[in-house]
């Protein structure tokens, strides 16, 4: 099933004593979504409904309704991971990216969208957490826009401002 390719999965390790040497400090998982998908579809649709969730100075969207690329990070602490796996070359099992938003999460777990084109970067970072009601859910915890000038080369993505 070809709706996203995984572009990555990276394990960040420090030492600890004991046995194993090691503890999983996190897991992460960047999906690519590809244009035309349904999985982009819906996505899509999500980031249109939140475009104006950070805005510009002068009061406009950062994306103006427009999507491009969309790349989704889906970051899971270590208390959910099974650290005895981290040799395993699937360490990470690839159950595909998420969907406009799980109904149910991990706590501490994180996703973050990125919708970029020649134009803008937008990023949305939601976190499993316990809401001021007692109760546990997505909470929007960061958000960012830019706008480029790479309009005259062609092919060229908005860059992450943070990198």
């Known amino acids: 099933m070809a709706l996203a390719s995984a572009t990555g999965s990276a394990f960040a390790l420090t030492a600890q004593s004991g046995e194993q040497g090691y503890r999983l400090v996190e897991s992460r998982q960047v999906f690519a979504l590809k244009p035309g998908s349904p999985l982009h579809a819906e996505w899509a649709a999500w980031i249109k409904l939140h475009d104006g969730d950070e805005k510009k100075p002068d009061g406009t969207t950062w994306g103006h309704g427009e999507v491009g690329e969309i790349v989704l990070t889906a970051t899971t602490p270590p208390s959910t991971v099974d650290a005895a796996s981290i040799n395993d070359t699937d360490a990470t099992p690839d159950v595909g990216p998420p969907r406009p938003f799980p109904a ?3 706590s501490g777990q994180r996703i ?3 919708n970029h084109t020649s134009a803008f970067y937008q990023r949305w970072t939601y976190r499993w957490q ?3 009601d ?3 859910g997505w909470s929007r ?3 960012s826009g830019r706008s480029c000038e790479t309009e ?3 092919g060229k993505l ?3 401002p943070d990198k």
Request: with cysteine; net charge negative; charged share 25%.
């Open 104 to 106: 149910k999460g991990q």
């Open 112 to 114: 973050t969208i990125v």
């Open 130 to 132: 316990e809401k001021s």
């Open 134 to 136: 007692g109760g546990t």
């Open 141 to 143: 915890v960061a958000t």
């Open 152 to 154: 005259h080369e062609p």
């Open 158 to 160: 908005c860059e992450n």
